[in-house]
C-alpha cells in the first residue's frame, strides 16, 4: 500500500521558553566567521604590516576568496605601540601602520571587506614587548576602534590581573555596544576559568575560543578538534565554539591532514579564519580554502554544531545537520594507517527512506546507497560526505508533528531530522501524525525515541481516536542519547489518518524522535 506522509501544522501548539538573561543580540555572525588573521604565519614578526594586510585584501578580491565568504582581514596583537598617547588613546606601529589603522580600515572596506583587530582584556596584551591592553580602558578603546571603521575585535585574556572572566569580558561587550557600531566580538579567553566560557559565551560574544592556541602540527590539531567537539550544544546562530584559527597552508601538516583540519572545522561550525600568508601558500591551500561544498556545511544557516555519533579507537564519524534536511557526515581517521570507517543513514539521523544520495565533498563524486555509509580512510584523513534522501520517504519527525504539551529540544545528539520532542512529564501530554493512506490497510510503524531512565515511559497510542495499544513500552535505552524504537502494526484507513500517542505516567512520554510508516 502507497502512502503519503503530510505534516501536521504545528504551530499554536509548541511553547518556547528562552533563558531571561542579558544578552549579546548584536545581530552578527548569523554563520561563523570567515576571514583572514596574521597571527598562525607571522606572529609578531615585522613581515605583519599594512603591506601584507593589504596584500591579502587584493588576494580575498582577486583568488576569489571573497567570492566564496571570505569577509574578515583581522590584525592579530603587536599592531600597536608599547605606550598609549598623551589622552590615552592606543597609538597603530608607525613602521608597520605608517599610514594608521584608519587609511588601513578604509582600503579593506573599499573592497567590500571588513577589518578586525585585537586587543587583550588584561594590562597588556600577551606579546612581552608590552602593549597596552583594554583592562580599565575598555570604553576607551571600544570608541577608538569604531570611529577606525573596525568590525571585529579578538579580545584576549593575558596580564587580566585576576580579574573575574565573565566581568572583563561582558565590560568590553557593554563598550562595543555603547559604540553603536556592529562590531563581531571574539573572546579569546581559552575556556580556561570556571565558569566555563562556553556557559556565558553565547550572551557575551559571537565566538569564543574553547582552546590555547593551535600550532600547525596534526597533534596540536586533533586536540583542538577534541576538545571543541564536545561542545556542540553550546553553538548557534550568532554564538560559536572557536578552536582557533586555521593552519592550512602553513606547511606543518600534510594536504591529507590539512583537508581533515578544513572538514572537522566546517562539520564543527567553527570560524574559519586563514592562519596563512595567501602571497607565499601553493595552489593545493586555495583547493582546500575554496571548497565551496565544505564550506557550505560550515555556513549552513540552520547554525548546528555537528557531533560525534561514534569514535571507534580514533575512528570517528561526526554527523551535522543541515537546514535542507541533508546530513553532513565526516569519517575521520586519527590513526596512523588506513582503515574503513563506516556508519548509516539511521544511525547518523537521517533514516527512513528508501535510498540516499552521497556527495563526496572532496572527491565531489556522487553515488547512491540504501543506508550504508562506508569508507577507506588513509590515516589522518577524512571522507566527508552530504548525504541526502532520495527514495520514498515514510518518516515524519516528531519536531513536525503537533505537540500538545512540550518542547521540541536537540541537546541529545543522536536524533532524526532536526530534534525530538520532550514532552512535558506528566499523565496527558500527546504527540499526534496526520497521515494520509491511498487506502485501507494494515502499516507497521516504528516510533524512534529516546529514554535515559531506567522506567519504561509507556503510552497509550490511538489511530483516528481508538485506543489500539494500551500502555505501549518505551523502555529505557541507556542515555538521552541512545536512541532506539517501537514498532507495531495498526491499520489505517484511506484517506486522512491521526496517530496519537498519550503519555499514560507521570514521567510523561519518553523524548519522542520520529514516526516511520512501512
Ligand atoms: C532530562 C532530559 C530530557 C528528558 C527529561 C525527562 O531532562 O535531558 O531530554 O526529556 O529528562 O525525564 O523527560
Given at each position: 500500500?502507497?502512502?503519503?506522509?503530510?505534516?501536521?501544522l504545528?504551530?499554536?501548539?509548541?511553547?518556547?521558553?528562552?533563558?531571561?538573561?542579558e544578552?549579546?543580540?548584536?545581530?552578527?555572525?548569523?554563520?561563523?566567521?570567515?576571514?583572514?588573521?596574521?597571527?598562525?604565519?607571522?606572529?609578531?614578526?615585522?613581515?605583519?604590516?599594512?603591506?601584507?594586510?593589504?596584500?591579502?585584501?587584493?588576494?580575498?578580491?582577486?583568488?576569489?576568496?571573497?567570492?566564496?565568504?571570505?569577509?574578515?582581514?583581522?590584525?592579530?596583537?603587536?599592531?600597536?605601540?608599547?605606550?598609549?598617547?598623551?589622552?590615552?588613546?592606543?597609538?597603530?606601529?608607525?613602521?608597520?601602520?605608517?599610514?594608521?589603522?584608519?587609511?588601513?580600515?578604509?582600503?579593506?572596506?573599499?573592497?567590500?571587506?571588513?577589518?578586525?583587530?585585537?586587543?587583550?582584556?588584561?594590562?597588556?596584551?600577551?606579546?612581552?614587548?608590552g602593549?597596552?591592553?583594554?583592562?580599565?580602558?575598555?570604553?576607551?578603546?571600544?570608541?577608538?576602534?569604531a570611529?577606525?571603521?573596525?568590525?571585529?575585535l579578538?579580545?584576549?585574556?593575558?596580564?587580566?590581573?585576576?580579574?573575574?572572566?565573565?566581568?572583563?569580558?561582558?565590560?568590553?561587550?557593554?563598550?562595543?555596544?555603547?559604540?553603536?557600531?556592529?562590531?563581531?566580538?571574539?573572546?579569546?579567553?581559552?575556556?580556561?576559568?570556571?565558569?566555563?566560557?562556553?556557559?556565558?559565551?553565547?550572551?557575551?560574544?559571537?565566538l569564543?575560543?574553547?582552546?590555547g592556541?593551535?600550532?600547525?602540527?596534526?597533534?596540536?590539531?586533533?586536540?583542538?578538534?577534541?576538545?571543541?567537539?564536545?561542545?556542540?550544544?553550546?553553538?548557534?546562530?550568532?554564538?560559536?565554539?572557536?578552536?582557533?584559527?586555521?593552519?592550512?597552508?602553513?606547511?606543518?601538516?600534510?594536504?591529507?591532514?590539512?583537508?581533515?583540519?578544513?572538514?572537522?572545522?566546517?562539520?564543527?561550525?567553527?570560524?574559519?579564519l586563514?592562519?596563512?600568508?595567501?602571497?607565499?601558500?601553493?595552489?593545493?591551500?586555495?583547493?582546500?580554502?575554496?571548497?565551496t561544498?565544505?564550506?557550505?556545511?560550515?555556513?549552513?544557516?540552520?547554525?548546528?554544531?555537528?557531533?560525534?555519533?561514534?569514535?571507534?579507537?580514533?575512528?570517528?564519524?561526526?554527523?551535522?545537520?543541515?537546514?535542507?534536511?541533508?546530513?553532513?557526515?565526516?569519517?575521520?581517521?586519527?590513526?596512523?594507517s588506513?582503515?574503513?570507517?563506516?556508519?548509516?543513514?539511521?544511525?547518523?539521523?537521517?533514516?527512513?527512506?528508501?535510498?540516499?544520495?552521497?556527495?563526496?565533498?572532496?572527491?565531489?563524486?556522487?553515488?547512491?546507497?540504501?543506508?550504508?555509509?562506508?569508507?577507506?580512510?588513509?590515516?589522518?584523513?577524512?571522507?566527508?560526505?552530504?548525504?541526502?534522501?532520495?527514495?520514498?520517504?515514510?518518516?515524519i519527525?516528531?519536531?513536525?508533528?503537533?505537540?500538545?504539551?512540550?518542547?521540541?529540544?536537540?541537546?541529545?545528539?543522536?536524533?532524526s531530522?532536526?530534534?525530538?520532542?520532550?514532552?512535558?512529564?506528566?499523565?496527558?501530554?500527546?504527540?499526534?501524525?496526520?497521515?494520509?493512506?491511498?487506502?485501507?490497510?494494515?502499516?507497521?510503524?516504528?516510533?524512534?525515541?529516546?529514554?535515559g531512565?531506567?522506567?519504561?515511559?509507556?503510552?497509550?497510542?490511538?489511530?483516528?481516536?481508538?485506543?489500539?495499544?494500551?500502555?505501549?513500552?518505551?523502555?529505557?535505552?541507556?542515555?538521552?542519547?541512545?536512541?532506539s524504537?517501537?514498532?507495531?502494526?495498526?491499520?489505517?484507513?484511506?484517506g486522512?489518518?491521526?496517530?496519537?500517542?498519550?503519555?499514560?505516567?507521570?514521567?510523561?512520554?519518553?523524548?519522542?524522535?520520529?514516526?516511520?510508516?512501512?
Amino acid at each position: 500500500m502507497r502512502i503519503a506522509v503530510v505534516a501536521a501544522l504545528v504551530a499554536t501548539s509548541i511553547t518556547i521558553t528562552a533563558p531571561q538573561v542579558e544578552a549579546l543580540e548584536n545581530g552578527l555572525a548569523r554563520t561563523p566567521p570567515m576571514g583572514f588573521n596574521n597571527w598562525n604565519t607571522t606572529g609578531c614578526r615585522a613581515e605583519f604590516n599594512e603591506a601584507m594586510v593589504k596584500g591579502i585584501a587584493d588576494i580575498f578580491v582577486n583568488k576569489g576568496l571573497k567570492d566564496v565568504g571570505y569577509q574578515y582581514v583581522n590584525l592579530d596583537d603587536c599592531w600597536a605601540k608599547t605606550t598609549r598617547d598623551s589622552n590615552g588613546n592606543l597609538v597603530p606601529d608607525p613602521v608597520r601602520f605608517p599610514n594608521g589603522i584608519k587609511a588601513l580600515a578604509d582600503y579593506v572596506h573599499s573592497k567590500g571587506l571588513k577589518i578586525g583587530i585585537y586587543t587583550s582584556a588584561g594590562t597588556k596584551t600577551c606579546n612581552t614587548a608590552g602593549f597596552p591592553g583594554a583592562l580599565g580602558h575598555e570604553q576607551q578603546d571600544a570608541n577608538l576602534f569604531a570611529s577606525w571603521g573596525i568590525d571585529y575585535l579578538k579580545y584576549d585574556n593575558c596580564n587580566n590581573q585576576g580579574v573575574d572572566a565573565v566581568q572583563r569580558y561582558t565590560k568590553m561587550r557593554d563598550a562595543l555596544k555603547n559604540t553603536g557600531r556592529p562590531i563581531v566580538y571574539s573572546i579569546c579567553e581559552w575556556g580556561r576559568s570556571e565558569p566555563k566560557v562556553w556557559t556565558w559565551g553565547p550572551d557575551t560574544g559571537n565566538l569564543w575560543r574553547t582552546t590555547g592556541d593551535i600550532s600547525d602540527n596534526w597533534t596540536s590539531m586533533i586536540g583542538k578538534a577534541k576538545a571543541n567537539r564536545v561542545l556542540a550544544q553550546y553553538a548557534k546562530p550568532g554564538a560559536w565554539n572557536d578552536p582557533d584559527m586555521l593552519e592550512v597552508g602553513n606547511g606543518g601538516m600534510t594536504a591529507t591532514e590539512y583537508r581533515t583540519h578544513f572538514s572537522l572545522w566546517a562539520i564543527m561550525a567553527a570560524p574559519l579564519l586563514i592562519g596563512s600568508d595567501l602571497r607565499k601558500v601553493n595552489d593545493d591551500t586555495f583547493t582546500i580554502l575554496k571548497n565551496t561544498d565544505v564550506i557550505a556545511v560550515d555556513q549552513d544557516p540552520l547554525g548546528k554544531q555537528g557531533t560525534v555519533i561514534s569514535n571507534s579507537n580514533g575512528l570517528v564519524v561526526y554527523s551535522k545537520v543541515l537546514a535542507n534536511g541533508d546530513r553532513a557526515v565526516a569519517l575521520s581517521n586519527e590513526n596512523t594507517s588506513t582503515a574503513t570507517i563506516s556508519t548509516s543513514a539511521s544511525a547518523i539521523g537521517i533514516g527512513g527512506s528508501s535510498s540516499y544520495t552521497l556527495k563526496d565533498l572532496w572527491s565531489k563524486q556522487t553515488r547512491t546507497t540504501t543506508g550504508s555509509i562506508s569508507a577507506s580512510v588513509p590515516a589522518h584523513g577524512t571522507v566527508m560526505y552530504r548525504v541526502s534522501r532520495s527514495g520514498n520517504v515514510n518518516r515524519i519527525e516528531a519536531e513536525n508533528a503537533t505537540i500538545s504539551q512540550g518542547v521540541v529540544e536537540s541537546n541529545h545528539a543522536g536524533f532524526s531530522g532536526t530534534g525530538f520532542v520532550n514532552g512535558t512529564n506528566a499523565v496527558g501530554p500527546y504527540v499526534e501524525w496526520t497521515i494520509n493512506a491511498t487506502q485501507a490497510g494494515t502499516v507497521t510503524l516504528t516510533f524512534g525515541y529516546a529514554n535515559g531512565t531506567t522506567a519504561n515511559r509507556p503510552v497509550d497510542l490511538t489511530v483516528n481516536g481508538t485506543l489500539v495499544r494500551d500502555e505501549l513500552a518505551f523502555n529505557g535505552t541507556g542515555a538521552w542519547t541512545n536512541y532506539s524504537s517501537v514498532t507495531t502494526t495498526v491499520t489505517l484507513v484511506a484517506g486522512e489518518n491521526k496517530i496519537r500517542v498519550t503519555a499514560t505516567t507521570a514521567n510523561g512520554a519518553a523524548n519522542l524522535d520520529y514516526l516511520d510508516i512501512t
